[in-house]
């Protein structure tokens, strides 16, 4: 149990070091465009996470959410749509005509997390579960 913990973390730090998309941490994070921007706990919120779902049943959940998340990175990048890996939580969406929409995600409802934007329309936080169905419903094939 403690090695799929481990190897849980591990993957997350993993995850948070390929394609960052170029942000600064510590401000929010600007997003323009078609992407997926993937929302991944960083070490505050996994402390806070541990704690809400207790130590043991932490790795097994981790777990879960990475597969998911896995498999909508591998969907959505045979999409050929941008994916941005994060840990902030303010992230700023810029719609095509220069209006802003604000996510904050420091709340304990969010954990793993992936929003889709298709550039125009409100961002959509998916469920990570289901993304064949969330990808038609945030409208992001290349001809909207």
Partial sequence: MKRSFVLAIACIFLLL???NGGHQAGGPLLVKGRCAVF???GEDKIRELKREFGEKDFPGIATTNE???NEARQFLTEKKVKIINTSQYELRFEKSNGD???VNLNRSKYAWEIFLFNGFDDPVKID???IREEFKAARMGVNN
């Fill in 17 to 19: 070091s390929c394609n």
């Fill in 39 to 41: 929302y991944i706990p």
């Fill in 67 to 69: 597969q998911y998340m």
């Fill in 100 to 102: 802003v929409y604000p």
């Fill in 128 to 130: 990570i579960t289901n």
